[in-house]
């Protein structure tokens, strides 16, 4: 399998955070690169994992604002019984995948 190419990336830093990314680097037994490239993605991957997207139809989405509008139950309070196609039922068309 090819090798993506390498980027260079270059960036100034105060020299106080510097030492400490070296310190930091040294600890993890890695060298200053490694360590900020390993840093900076796993920052990126929470970032765009925050920006998750759910798409469900727009009877489900109705479905789901109807229920946290609704008044609350009594905490441990047995919730009741939801006849099929009631609120908050989901039906097979609402989601285009569902897990196995």
């Known amino acids: 399998m090819p090798t993506a190419a390498a980027k260079t990336i270059n960036f100034r830093a105060p020299a106080d955070k ?3 990314i070296d310190r930091a680097a040294k600890v993890s037994g890695k060298n200053r690169t490694e360590f900020i490239l390993d840093a900076s993605c796993e920052k990126a991957r929470e970032v765009l994992a ?19 509008e609704a008044p609350g139950r009594a905490r441990g309070a047995a919730p ?21």
């Open 18 to 20: 510097q030492a400490l």
């Open 50 to 68: 925050d920006q998750t997207h759910f798409a469900v139809s727009r009877a489900a989405m109705q479905r789901f604002n109807a229920r946290v």
């Open 80 to 100: 009741a019984a939801e006849p099929a196609g009631a609120v908050g039922a989901l039906t097979a068309g609402d989601q285009a995948s569902r897990p196995a």
